[in-house]
């Protein structure tokens, strides 16, 4: 069973990046797929980033484009989430989620449905 913890959050400010990592733990095979989700006081976690199954694919939210990049080798070191030019609406609560099933490309990792494991969360906030 996948465990996933997050670290490396604070409080930054507006225009600053920030990088965020998620050690997972309890997981055999070094292949999975990660997606980074935010998720902002009294709203809905939106989708922030993510990766595929190996590695070899990413997906970010159009908001992130440009201004994110997450990465994860085939080892047992934690994911990573740069985020650059942070914006004050971007604070919140920082999630990663992981699918340990193999499915092709990005295997769906916007779907917040398709992680079957989350971390505890990170706040990151983003002072203007």
């Known amino acids: 069973q996948m465990q996933l913890v997050e670290s490396g959050g604070g409080l930054v400010q507006a225009g600053d990046s920030l990088r965020l990592s998620c050690a997972v733990v309890g997981h055999r095979n070094s292949d999975y797929a990660m997606g980074w989700f935010r998720q902002a006081p009294g709203k809905e976690r939106e989708f922030v980033g993510g990766?595929?199954?190996?590695?070899?694919?990413?997906k970010y939210a159009d908001d992130m484009k440009g201004r994110c990049t997450i990465s994860r080798d085939n080892t047992n070191n934690p994911g990573t989430l740069q985020m650059n030019s942070l914006k004050p609406e971007e604070t919140g609560e920082y999630y990663c989620g992981g699918d340990p099933i193999q499915r092709p490309g990005t295997g769906g990792v916007e779907a917040a449905w398709r992680l079957g494991y989350w971390g505890q969360g990170i706040q990151v906030t983003v002072s203007s």
């Open positions: 990766i595929g199954w190996s590695a070899g694919t990413q």
